[in-house]
């Protein structure tokens, strides 16, 4: 028993010593032959026979035969489960832990019982973020958590700073993205603009609006009532 032990463990530790072997080379031969593809940051089998996922920085993927002959930029279909394990991968990848997003500098509006929660970074001059918030006003019994994040110029940090030092943040926000009163000029030292646009680009933020719940599942780009509802209501408890 114990001798059939160790010939297991001698199989799984050379198997494994194989595999990064093979790594090592693929990622060498890529780097050599096309010095303009992004740093590869992980390389990992997938369920298709002879291809390797290539994860390079950024968390964009391609896929590459075992000798780097040839590099695909695609999605990977399942055909028999009707998966994208492309798009499945990417979201796993662009995950953020729920706890680490920075609620403590949002500003949060309940509305009903507000159990179902969505965090939004939103920049207050983003068309699409205006035409989501629209949007959002139909939407019950959830918690919002909206962090400002203006990428689009000074006037946006302005405006971010001038509601974040409001009185009343929430309404300041609601009446500027709704109905286009213009924030009133206000300063403070408090106002941790710089702290979310920090976490953002930390976290690969580059546009908005961008949502995350629960699970950590991030959606880029505006969506519609009908899908907040979706995505709010696919979240496991």
């Given amino acids: 028993m114990r001798l059939f032990q160790f010939f297991t463990l001698t199989c799984l530790i050379l198997a494994s010593t194989f ?3 093979q790594d090592a080379n693929l990622k060498k031969i890529l780097s050599e032959r096309l010095p303009s593809l992004p740093k590869i940051e992980e ?3 997938t369920p ?17 035969d075992a000798k780097g002959d040839f590099l695909i930029q695609g999605a990977l279909i399942d055909t028999k489960q009707k998966r994208n394990l492309t ?5 796993k990848l662009s995950a953020v832990p729920f706890d680490s ?14 159990k179902r929660k969505l965090v939004v970074f939103s920049d207050p001059n983003c068309g699409y973020c205006k035409r989501f918030e629209r949007d959002l006003q139909k939407i019950d019994n959830v918690t919002l958590y909206h962090l400002m994040y203006p990428v689009l110029g000074e006037d946006s940090r302005l405006k971010s700073r001038n509601i974040a030092c409001a009185k009343d943040r929430a309404k300041t926000w609601n009446d500027w993205m709704l109905q286009g009163i213009t924030p ?10 710089d702290a979310i646009v920090e976490f953002g ?23 519609d009532a009908a899908q907040i509802e979706a995505l709010l209501n696919a979240v496991k408890p």
């Fill in 48 to 64: 298709m026979p002879g291809v390797f996922e290539i994860r390079v920085q950024g968390n964009e993927i391609f896929y590459a």
């Fill in 201 to 223: 680009r930390k976290n690969r933020i580059n546009g908005t609006p961008t949502m995350f719940v629960t699970d950590g599942t991030r959606v880029p780009g505006a969506i």
């Fill in 101 to 114: 997003l920075p609620l403590k500098f949002a500003i949060t509006q309940v509305r009903g019982n507000g």
């Fill in 19 to 21: 595999s990064l072997a």
């Fill in 43 to 45: 390389i990992s089998k």
């Fill in 184 to 193: 009133p000029t206000v300063s403070c030292d408090n106002h941790n603009i």
């Fill in 87 to 91: 798009e499945e991968r990417t979201e």
